[in-house]
């Protein structure tokens, strides 16, 4: 067996955050803060069942499976688990658990192994998608946080993030060697990834934030969409899209030349769209 790419142990812990010293009257009252960390700690705190449906579909390999279940996974519940405890610190109360149980309930059904990748090399350049997205999610998080601690939780979230980019990035490398695609195939599915980013689970989670919070009022795809527009605003000013393009970019290992004029077009035109 190679080693794992990235098995060291976790840098961080919830418990080395300094939830004591947390300055609530800069956040409590910031709807859109309260929203985003609470949804974003459903999303991430179900990474249990994300692992074991990845571990279902790379069921033969000890390497990818080895890092899922003793890396990737377990340090993605702790980005929930601290997120949860922020949320709880700020919000207490919020009744986080049952928001979390709806959102379970109700994504549960889109998350399976069979809506996969097609292939295991194109779902570890698709992981790499993701992992980009998660890193310039809390990038974005700790830049724009009114609150300091909060930026320092996001800031951890972030790094682990980079790595966990790292880890598949490796895993995909490898299968790129033994089972190779083309760019071009490689392309179409990290475009398909990059147009799943306002996914199911993003919906779902803020809308069982609302269910919570309001309880008897409607949370349409209207007021989803609103609130994603909000967010965009910060988007504008703190997201890190060079960085993000530059990961994007790196399966498809574009000749020097090419990935240099890439990258400013590419920028450019997203931030336009956003």
């Known amino acids: 067996m190679q080693a794992i790419p990235g098995s ?23 709807l859109d803060w309260f929203y985003l960390v609470t949804a974003s700690s459903f999303v991430e705190i179900l990474s249990d069942l994300y692992a074991r449906n990845l571990g279902d579909y790379y069921a033969g390999d000890e390497d990818a499976c080895a890092w899922l279940a003793h890396k990737w996974g377990p340090e993605e519940i702790q980005h929930g688990e601290a997120l949860k405890r922020y949320v709880q ?11 979390f149980d709806g959102f379970q309930a109700d994504y549960t059904p889109y998350c399976q192994t069979a809506l996969l990748g097609p292939t295991r ?7 790499c998608v993701v992992e980009t997205g998660t ?16 930026a320092t939780v996001a800031g951890h979230i972030r790094d682990d993030e980079i790595g ?37 689970d993003a919906f779902l989670a803020v809308k069982n934030v609302s269910v919570v919070h309001k309880p008897g009022a409607a949370f349409t795809r209207e007021d ?51």
């Not at 812990?13 to 800069?26: L, N």
């Open 164 to 200: 966990h980019y790292k880890g598949f990035y490796r895993f995909y490398r490898d299968y790129q060697r033994r089972d190779p695609h083309s760019r071009w195939r490689v392309t179409r599915e990290i475009w398909r990834r990059v147009v799943e980013v306002d996914s199911e």
């Open 121 to 127: 090399t194109l779902e570890m350049a698709a992981r």
């Open 89 to 99: 610190t700020v919000w207490p109360d919020f009744d986080w658990q049952r928001g």
């Open 8 to 30: 060291s142990g976790p840098r961080w812990s919830v418990d080395d955050v300094a939830y004591d010293q947390v300055d609530r009257a800069a956040i409590v009252d910031q």
């Open 224 to 274: 989803f969409r609103a609130f994603r527009d909000r967010i965009r605003a910060w988007m504008r000013v703190y997201y890190p899209f060079q960085s993000a393009v530059k990961m994007l970019l790196k399966p498809l290992d574009l000749p020097g030349p090419l990935q240099r004029f890439a990258i400013p077009l590419i920028v450019g035109g997203v931030r336009r769209i956003v």
């Open 135 to 150: 890193a310039s999610f809390y990038a974005m998080l700790r830049d724009a946080s009114p609150e300091p601690v909060l």
